[in-house]
């Protein structure tokens, strides 16, 4: 079982690439313990900014680093990153264009019994809503570091959604990456699974399950909301009776409603959404609100025999 | 030992307690704010489990609402709930005591827990009491990191534009955050200063885990008339259990049996 999380996977590329790049600059929000950049923090005191906690200090400080050249990440919990400097991040990075990476640590429902301040279930919605704004959401750590790698080499901005805990392994170290392709992890006759981070795992064992079965099952990592690949869906839902979506998001404006966008106008199908519900949630560990809202394997399985009218 | 301080210990063993059990919560905080929840609502406030509904109660908000442990253990104490319930549930599964103040718990006037919140809801209620002709104190209680967030100047401003002095704000100055020090993440030094510049009245409180030092202060911000008072307490992170006085480590560590043990004969013998 993994368990190098997302977030130490993030640290090893920008230590290793920051050798080489005087111009990576790291800036956090009294947030660098929690996601895991204390190395980077003590190898390249020089390439780190902290800006105390003061969320759209970061974004403003970030947004006038990169104009001035840098190649900025920021890090901060997804919960305050995306909603406090929201509008620093419409204006400064997305209407800018300004070179900066924002890092949502701990998202969807990472920190658990934390509450509802501290949950991030609308950061989807909020951040693909923004004009000039990528919203990406790798599942393990092989896909997050590819990804990583990818937008160190463009100038666009960009915002990554990772949770806290290890993510279960979903590729290999020689994992085909291409940034704005979603993977298929699995084609099938019936149905097809689409699913992003911490969910891709979860949706891979329920595919197997399916298969077993008899039900021909298919997947795809859709790790990029926005730009959504909407080829990639077409093309795998094409002959399929149902489509289903997963997501560690409230049910408007993430992967459910995108995926609908893009069937209802170019390929009608029978869509079943799953997310977290617009409402309070319970409280409870992610693994254990996972379960209670039917975002586990379980839940997934029994979602598509109810579709498909098997129980 | 006077009443104040020794319920101020009766209540750090509870939060040992809670932590311990739970595995959760800000454990450093907790310890450094305690005398000043203590002394609010075991003397300052006019807050209790009868007059809740009251709408001249004095109003509470706990701004660095990561430190709900401390405020739920308080809350029990004064009966608008099960204690012991708080202390076995906190933080559990399907438990209303999860790690920040939340208004499914009785006793609680607004959600919080994102920091950087508390000083401006504290505004509107002290203005909403002045437009109703009411008598009751607003108290809202920041951490020394908090002060990072700008939304804090913001409301320093309209709580002095508009002469608030039925607001009472105390900063838990322990000079620690979850990075290092308030100087090496990010300086808050001549907080005193940012205060008296915005036109505030400025009590600092020399040691702000003292009961009687902190008593003396709100005595006194009830007082000043004409502008809002900020209590600038000087505390000690982790106060009262000696291997966390002082170490960011503690800021939300979770304690092993041994220190669990440890902790609780600590602050046994000082009750004793
Ligand atoms: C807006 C926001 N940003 C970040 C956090 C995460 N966080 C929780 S506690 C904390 C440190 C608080 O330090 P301080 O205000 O000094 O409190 P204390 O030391 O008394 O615990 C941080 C950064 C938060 N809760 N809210």
């Known amino acids: 079982m993994n368990t190098i999380t997302n977030r130490q996977a993030i640290c090893d590329i920008l230590l290793e690439k920051a050798k080489k790049d005087k111009d990576i600059i790291v800036v956090c929000s009294d947030s660098r313990g929690s996601a895991s950049l204390t190395p980077f923090a003590q190898t390249f005191p020089e390439q780190f ?19 001035c050249g840098k190649k900025v990440f920021a890090a901060s919990p997804a919960c305050f990153l995306t909603t406090r400097s929201y509008e620093q991040a419409k204006v400064d990075i997305a209407y800018s264009h300004t070179n900066v990476t924002l890092i949502g640590i701990s ?27 990528r919203v990406y959401i790798p599942s393990d750590r092989f896909q997050t570091q590819k990804l990583i790698a990818a937008l160190l080499e463009d100038k666009e901005p960009a915002y990554v959604r990772i949770s ?36 891709v795992p979860y949706a891979k064992k329920a595919m197997e399950e399916l298969n077993q079965k008899g039900i021909s099952t298919g997947l795809i990592d859709m790790y990029c909301l926005k730009p959504y690949d909407a080829e990639t869906l077409l093309q795998q839902a094409k002959d399929v009776k149902l489509v289903v979506t997963i997501e560690e998001h409230a049910p408007q404006g993430g992967l459910g409603s995108m995926s609908a966008h893009v069937l209802s ?36 399985v029994q979602a598509v025999k109810k579709a498909l009218c098997i129980i | 030992m006077d009443k104040l301080t020794r319920k101020s210990y009766e209540l750090r063993r509870d939060i040992i307690e809670m932590i311990y059990k739970s595995k959760a919560g800000h454990i450093g905080g907790d310890l ?37 442990d401390a ?9 608008f709930f099960d204690k012991q319930e708080a202390i076995d549930t906190f933080s559990q599964y399907k438990s209303k005591f999860i790690g920040h103040p939340n208004t499914e718990v009785n006793g609680i006037e607004i959600n919080s827990g994102s920091l950087g919140h508390g000083l401006s809801v504290g505004v509107g209620m002290a203005l909403a009491a002045k437009m109703d002709k009411k008598t009751y104190r607003t108290y809202v209680v920041l951490g020394d990191g908090e002060m990072a967030e700008g939304s804090n100047y913001e409301a320093m401003m309209a709580a002095h534009q508009y002469q608030l002095d039925n607001l009472c704000a105390t900063i838990d100055f322990n000079n620690l955050q979850i990075s290092g020090t308030i100087d090496e993440v990010m300086s808050s030094v001549s907080i005193a200063e940012k205060f008296a510049s915005f036109g505030w009245n400025v ?27 900020v ?38 013998e000082v009750l004793s």
């Open chain 1, 49 to 67: 900014v902290e800006v105390g906690i003061a969320e759209q200090n970061l974004v403003g400080i970030s947004a006038g680093l990169a104009a």
């Open chain 1, 107 to 133: 998202g969807g429902v990472s920190y658990g019994a934390l509450g509802m301040t501290h949950h991030s279930c609308q950061d989807f919605a909020a951040m693909s809503a923004l004009t000039g704004m």
């Open chain 1, 164 to 199: 806290r805990s290890a993510t279960e392994d979903v590729y290999n170290e020689s994992m085909e990456f291409k940034l704005n392709k979603a993977t298929v992890l699995g084609e099938g006759k019936d149905v097809l699974l689409v699913a992003c981070g911490e969910m």
């Open chain 1, 265 to 300: 106008k170019y390929c009608p199908k029978r869509l079943v959404t799953l997310s977290l519900p617009d409402e309070h949630l319970i409280s409870g560990t992610n693994k254990e609100i996972f379960e209670y809202y039917g975002l586990d394997t379980k839940g997934i």
């Open chain 2, 32 to 68: 450094s704010v305690i005398d000043i929840l203590t002394v609010l609502y075991y003397d300052v406030m006019n807050i209790c489990p009868e007059n809740f509904t009251d709408d001249n109660r004095d109003r509470f908000l706990l701004s660095k609402g990561h430190c709900a």
């Open chain 2, 71 to 79: 405020l739920f253990v308080v809350l029990g104490d004064q009966g």
């Open chain 2, 203 to 229: 009590i600092e409180v020399e040691d702000g885990n003292s009961c009687k030092q902190l008593l003396k202060a709100y005595q006194e911000a009830k007082q000043c008339k004409g502008k809002p008072s």
């Open chain 2, 231 to 268: 209590v600038i307490a000087h505390t000690v992170k982790g106060k009262g259990v000696s291997f966390m006085e002082n170490q960011k480590a503690w800021h939300h560590g979770v304690m092993n049996q041994e220190q669990y043990k440890q902790a609780v004969q600590e602050l046994e």
